[in-house]
């Protein structure tokens, strides 16, 4: 079983900066990937930034040049420094990582319970 405990969401004013870490814990045997996805009221669920085991990212055209996604193999964990953020960067940020678990089978997604992010005008 592979959990994903999110921590950093907050309030913060228009310009500032947030980060956010998200460790993955359980019966893992690799991370293939984790990124961050996120969701404002009233729309859908959408891509933000991941990055792999081998340490290539990938970044949402709204937060490029903003926002850095970074890893720690050794500790299962992913990271999402977020700078000059907007007010149009306000909602719930999951994380979520695809991972084998020791049980031998495909990998997996899981998602982490969400962190409400709120940037201030």
């Known amino acids: 079983q592979v959990q994903l405990v999110e921590s950093g969401g907050g309030l913060v004013q228009a310009g500032g900066s947030l980060r956010l870490s998200c460790a993955a814990s359980g019966s893992i045997f690799s991370v293939d990937a984790m990124g961050w996805h996120r969701q404002a009221p009233g729309n859908q669920r959408e891509f933000v930034a991941v990055?792999?085991?081998?340490?290539?990212?990938h970044y949402a055209d709204s937060v490029k040049g903003r926002f850095t996604v970074s890893g720690d193999n050794a500790k299962n964990t992913v990271y999402l420094q977020m700078n000059n953020l907007k007010s149009e960067d306000t909602a719930v940020y999951y994380c979520?990582?695809?991972?084998?678990?020791?049980?031998?089978?495909?990998?997996?997604?899981?998602w982490g319970q969400g962190t409400q992010v709120t940037v201030s005008s």
């Open positions: 979520y990582g695809q991972i084998k678990s020791k049980m031998g089978d495909q990998a997996s997604s899981y």
């Open positions: 990055i792999t085991r081998s340490g290539s990212t």
